[in-house]
């Protein structure tokens, strides 16, 4: 694991020069989200990258929100941290995706680097602040929104570094009120939820994705802040290493995305993959056509 450890803000930098950008449209393949299956799912977690990927890209331009990552995961409902894009509802085939992006604003900075004090409810005060600051296009609030999508049809919560925060207390709320979600997959969360905080059994089908070089996770320092706070749902861990924190961060919108990913084990408490870099990929093709070719010879 990484010594070196920037601060939240300059890891959360801008994810372009990483080739995030390239990435949206994955295949003509649509990677389609399993809302019923009660396990880890690699291709719903790739269905979630997506679309967390599809709102970064809004928010800074790049993208229009109408515009369909791909066939099978269509934009519905924008929803507004102020005046950012911040998350989006996607409808596919089989039911609905949340998903909220990772840190992009000055703001949202503030947040990691010095918004990290527990509040009156025991959970992250800037990261629970974001969350009822979230709004849609209409003016609904995240959680009246989610719960009234969330009739009749089966929802995943998914987000990326704050946005996985924001996912994970959302999730807390939606419990509390008795609105029961699918599955919740996140990337990169840091820690948000205190001892003291009750979780239902909704819960269980939740996935905590990160990459064990990845810093933001350890935020904020569990062993400094009372209440302690602690992660949610099971464990997925990918171990990964590029060559900055930055990199290592952004990892699940890129080699994860793209599927450069292979388990290592899957045990009742964690799940492990192994991940590799897309050269590192490439290479073990042309070798194994390479052999093929010369076998026929």
Known sequence: MRTDKPSASKIAATPWKYGIDTHVRISEKVHEAAFSRASFDLETAKCCTNAIVHVMLCQHGKETFEAAPNPGLVPTQSLYLGNSLFGGIYETSNGKIVAFRGTATDEEFEVYDERTSPNSNGVASGFFEALMRIKTSSGDSVVQAVAREAMGCPIILTGHSIGAAVATLLAVDLNHIGTEFAAMYTFGSPRVIG??????????????????????????????????????????????????????????????????????????????????????????????IACIALCFK
């Open 195 to 288: 001892t003291g905080v009750t979780i239902g059994s909704t819960f269980d089908n939740t996935y905590r994705c990160f990459n064990e070089n990845d810093c933001i996770p350890s935020v904020p320092e569990a062993s400094v802040l009372q209440p302690v706070f602690r992660h949610v749902g099971k464990p997925v861990v990918f171990r990964y290493s590029g060559a900055n924190a930055a990199e290592d961060h952004f990892f699940y919108l890129r080699q994860l995305l793209h599927g450069y990913v292979e388990p290592v084990n899957d045990q009742a408490s964690k799940i492990t993959y192994r991940a590799h870099s897309d050269c590192t990929t490439m290479m073990v093709v042309f070798l194994i």
